[in-house]
């Protein structure tokens, strides 16, 4: 196969709605500044345009690697980001009463965030390898540690937003795989008699934050606080929005996480109706693609691998706007090539280089 | 490449899968447009409203107050500057050793000082806290002086009301106060800020809409951590309208010194359109204690003061009016022909009927009298052998003819209305049977009949034009600070009575006779050349029977309460009066001297009076050349 082929089949639509999101990312990430900052290249701003350099580079290079490459090194790729993590938990910086980041010297990185992706690709590894048309439950005892140990971990940092989302893109990966139905409604009874013994271990923030979600106008000065303001940023917007940099909930810091949990908020004040509708507009194209790439491939490995990136980006997305609207409990996920966060953007961007990767070399596998 | 998992059932079934998770997310992806649209185009208005709100602070700057004029326009209410140091806690620079300072150059106590800071540690950037407050000019300078050392201290100027008058006309003008949360809440009360002043009594009270003007605004924008974002933008307050009053300064000063140390009231009207010429009520309190912030004590002293000052008794104190009523009497008679002015009617010391005796005031009485001679010696029983006569509901109605039982709806809130007694109303209130014997003691002005001071001003001013029932007044205009008539109050006519004219003659003669009269009962009152009438009344506030009455030996509370109410000249009246003189030591004579020293000043200032030239001798004004009085 030749490199001009793979230009050839690059899927440019959804190459460019990434760069259009992402370009109305840093529009959005201006606009949300408070009025009396003015030192723009120590602003988020200045990073994020680095941050999106330095995932673009990621970008290109996972492109150029077959992405079946990437799952035979999938273990030893689960294995490193597994020793991060454990790493992160023993001596990770503190930060929001969380320990979640590595420090490399300007930047810091979080390995959770990159578990995603090496989950993704062990799983993938896993099922190629497995070759069986159904699975039962005893089958599945790899797949379930190689999910439960990372979610576990992560909800111990605490970061419940990201644990939620490695747990669940497993379960679609496994769905997908072919778990049986018998052995899928055992697995929910289990679930559902596991839920209680987890709201036990779940720390007492993290239970108000499902609590107010319940009833946030009971506390609209503690955590609801965060739903209420948000749900007003949103509101406030009304049709066609208060305009750039004058989304007053953001640029006077009623909003809290403005730039990273509550950007979607920070930008449909300014933006208004219209605005949000073309968002989600763009990311419904975007996933309508990685959709359309999933639904195409002819091989397993690609159709796993590639229905984990699809869903990383769609739950994000998803949930990310769910969250700033009312509609799900506050939890930490970001609104892909939005939210403030380098970790999170090398993620999701990689997320699409995979998608990116599997519609290039479509044809490959086919003839070959 | 070939493996099992291009086998198209393996996928087809994935495939399968994959449609269906796609299907719950197109769910989802509705259910957020729907929220969505739910936030921002349904609810938009109100979010935006909220957000507005966040972000957005309101300082309100008070509206001086509008003033309050006498008729001639000279300010008698107006407000004057206080003068409070503040401080701006995010401006200081070292607030601890600024404290010190301030501390050492007023005599405050450091720890007084750091405790009012302290208490508002939290304050946002853009508010301020008052350290010390009416600052003296003395005080003032001291801190302008050391303006420099102080940073984030300054000068607060808060406009409070200034009493020119002190005491005088206390209850007629009012005083203000803080506007309270259940006030607040009031609808009539909409256009006013918390720590707003409002009127609370009197003409503050009655007029608070037009003196209160329009607030102030101070909006800053500031962020979630209260600090200022932006500009502030300042709207400035527009003061109050003034308040023009039918009040003449002289009478009323005038009035005020001769009731200082009494306890009673004084009205002064003219007759002719209700115009309010003077109003007192006595004891009186300086209202700039309720502006300047009452300290408990004062507010006990004047609480507990068993005199009232608080109460405009010219309008709030009801009571018998003893023999004033007696024109309401000898109407009824006259109107029922019962009687003539002029036929003579038997009047004894004493009146049975059945067993009960009704005494005569003046036991020497005993001729046959006419109604000239019933009013200038204010003959009881005269009186009775009319009542007896008559069913007390035409006692009634001629009172209410002439305004009695009523409030007359003079411009000054929480009037009372009197009682006039019916057999039904009197069942109704007291739960008690009517006797006839009831009848005789109201036609006197006793028993369930009572009036207040006002009631009796409008009914005689009635008597004195013959005929024209005129609501009493006191406010005439009222004109916005930059000169515009906001309102211009004219007399009102409440009823036109028909009275025939020989009766309000004849009753106007034999009030002549009671000042003019040889033996009329306010003789004292006697003004040279003018025809000054009027009427006496004792009206008896206990039921305890002195054996003989002397004010000297009956405690003060136990005194009975002196009346004169009268108007002159007879022909063409230019003013009337009220005197009441609560449990006084001397009887309606007295007051009849009080009443008299009022029309005299006023006739002066007409030019239709001057006093004689015994007393302008006495007169120390050197100004005037002295041939001016030889010409008379």
């Known amino acids: ?368 | 490449m070939s493996s099992a998992f291009n086998e198209n059932g393996i996928f087809n079934n994935q495939k399968k899968r994959l449609n269906f998770i796609a299907l719950i997310f197109s769910v989802i992806c509705l259910l957020i447009i729907a929220r969505i649209f739910f936030l921002q185009v349904i609810n938009g208005n109100y979010y935006y409203y909220l957000a507005k709100n966040n972000a957005t602070r309101i300082m309100y700057l008070p509206a001086p107050r509008g003033y309050i004029l006498s008729n001639a326009g000279k300010i008698m209410v107006d407000n004057e500057s206080s003068f409070n140091i503040a401080v701006t806690i995010a401006h200081a620079k070292s607030l601890k050793r600024e404290l010190h300072l301030i501390a050492s150059m007023f005599h405050k106590k450091y720890s007084r000082l750091y405790k009012i800071v302290k208490k508002e540690e939290f304050i946002p950037d853009y508010d301020s806290i008052v350290l010390i407050r009416n600052l003296s000019i003395k005080n003032l300078s001291i801190f302008e002086v050391n303006k420099l050392y102080l940073p984030g201290f300054f000068i607060e100027k808060i406009p409070i009301r200034h009493y020119k008058y002190g005491d005088m006309g206390a209850q007629i003008f009012g005083y203000v106060g803080l506007v309270s949360s259940e006030q607040l809440k009031e609808k009539k009360y909409s256009y006013v800020n918390p720590s707003d002043i409002i009127g609370e009594t009197g003409l503050e009270y009655y007029y608070q809409k037009y003196l209160h003007g329009k607030d102030g605004e101070k909006r800053v924008v500031v962020n979630s951590f209260g600090k200022t974002e932006g500009k502030v933008v300042v709207e400035q307050p527009k003061m109050g309208d003034n308040i023009y009053t039918t009040l003449n300064l002289t009478l009323e000063k005038l009035a005020y010194k001769l009731m200082k140390n009494k306890e009673g009231a004084v009205i002064a009207m003219n007759p002719n359109n209700g115009k309010i010429l003077a109003m007192v009520s006595t004891p009186s309190f300086n209202p700039v204690y309720f502006s300047k912030g009452i300290s408990t004590k004062e507010w006990d002293k004047i609480i507990n003061n068993d005199e009232h000052p608080l109460q405009n008794k010219a309008i709030q104190n009801s009571m018998a009016p003893g023999s004033t009523f007696k024109i309401v009497g000898a109407l009824a008679g006259l109107e029922t022909h019962l009687i003539t002015p002029d036929k003579k009617i038997f009047a004894g010391p004493t009146f049975k009927l059945g067993d009960a005796v009704f005494y005569n005031w003046n036991p020497n009485q005993d001729s046959k009298i006419n109604l000239y001679t019933a009013l200038e010696e204010s003959v009881d029983t005269y009186f009775y052998s009319i009542a007896v006569r008559l069913h007390i509901s035409q006692i009634a109605y001629y009172a209410h003819l002439l305004g009695f039982g009523k409030k007359t709806g003079v411009d000054l809130p929480a009037e009372n209305p009197g009682f006039i007694p019916t057999r039904k109303l009197v069942y109704k209130v007291y739960h008690r049977r009517w006797y006839k014997g009831s009848t005789l003691s109201s036609i006197i002005g006793q028993s369930y009949v009572s009036v207040t001071p006002i009631q009796l001003i409008e009914a005689y001013s009635a008597i004195a034009n013959g005929g024209y029932l005129y609501r009493p007044y006191i406010v005439s205009r009222i004109v916005s600070s930059s000169g515009r008539i906001v309102k211009q109050i004219k007399s009102r006519l409440i009823r036109r009575i028909k009275l025939k004219r020989s009766y309000v003659k004849a009753i106007k003669k034999g009030l002549y006779e009671v000042v003019n009269g040889k033996n009329g009962t306010a003789t004292n009152g006697r003004i040279r050349g003018i025809s000054f009438c009027g009427k006496t009344g004792t009206a008896q506030i206990i039921s305890k029977t002195y054996s003989i009455y002397d004010a000297k030996y009956i405690p003060r509370k136990d005194r009975d309460n002196a009346w004169f109410v009268g108007f002159a000249p007879m022909n063409h009246p230019k003013i009337a009066v009220v005197i009441l003189e609560m449990h006084a030591k001397f009887l309606g004579a007295h007051a009849a001297v009080v009443a008299k020293k009022i029309v005299e000043k006023y006739l002066e200032q007409k030019g239709m009076w001057k006093p004689s030239l015994k007393k302008r001798k006495n007169n120390k004004n050197k100004n005037l050349p002295s041939f001016i009085y030889t010409s008379f």
């Open chain 1, 1 to 368: 196969m030749k490199l001009s082929d793979n230009i050839k089949n690059f899927d440019f639509i959804l190459f460019f709605t990434v760069i259009i999101i992402a370009f109305l990312g840093i529009v959005n990430l201006l606009g949300s500044l408070s009025l009396n900052h003015h030192e723009l290249l120590n602003s988020y701003v200045m990073k994020q345009i680095i941050w999106f350099g330095i995932s673009f580079f990621v970008m290109f290079a996972i492109i150029s690697i077959d992405y079946n490459t990437l799952i035979d090194i999938a273990y030893y790729i689960y294995g490193i980001v597994l020793i991060l993590i454990i790493i992160v938990l023993i001596k990770g910086k503190i930060s929001h009463g969380a320990s979640r980041w590595i420090s490399l010297g300007l930047f810091t990185i979080q390995p959770s965030e990159l578990m995603k992706i090496a989950l993704i690709l062990a799983l993938a590894k896993y099922f190629t390898n497995a070759k069986k048309k159904y699975y039962k439950l005893t089958d599945l005892m790899i797949p379930f540690l190689i999910i439960i140990i990372p979610v576990l971990l992560i909800a111990k940092e605490p970061d419940l937003g990201t644990s939620l989302i490695v747990f669940f893109v497993g379960c679609i990966i496994v769905y997908l795989a072919g778990i049986k139905r018998v052995s899928m409604a055992i697995a929910l009874f289990f679930v559902m008699v596991v839920l209680p013994v987890i709201w036990g271990h779940l720390k007492t923030y993290q239970k108000s934050r499902i609590l107010i979600f319940l009833h946030p106008a009971k506390a609209s000065l503690g955590a609801g606080y965060n739903i209420i303001q948000s749900e007003i940023a949103v509101g406030a917007g009304r049709i066609l929005g208060d305009g750039f940099r004058r989304g007053s909930q953001s640029v006077l810091n009623f909003l809290p996480a403005k730039q990273t949990d509550f950007i979607f908020s920070t930008y449909a004040q300014q933006f208004g109706f219209i605005g949000s509708i073309i968002l989600i507009g763009l990311y419904f194209i975007l996933i309508i693609r990685g959709f359309k790439i999933v639904y195409n491939t002819k091989r397993l490995p690609a159709f796993l691998l590639g229905s984990g990136a699809l869903f990383i980006i769609t739950l994000h997305t998803v949930i990310n706007i769910a969250m700033a609207i009312g509609l799900l409990p506050v939890v930490g996920v970001p609104l892909p090539f939005f939210s403030y966060g380098g970790t999170s953007l090398i993620v999701d961007i990689s997320a699409v280089a995979i998608l990116l990767n599997i519609s290039m070399r479509r044809y490959k596998y086919q003839s070959g």
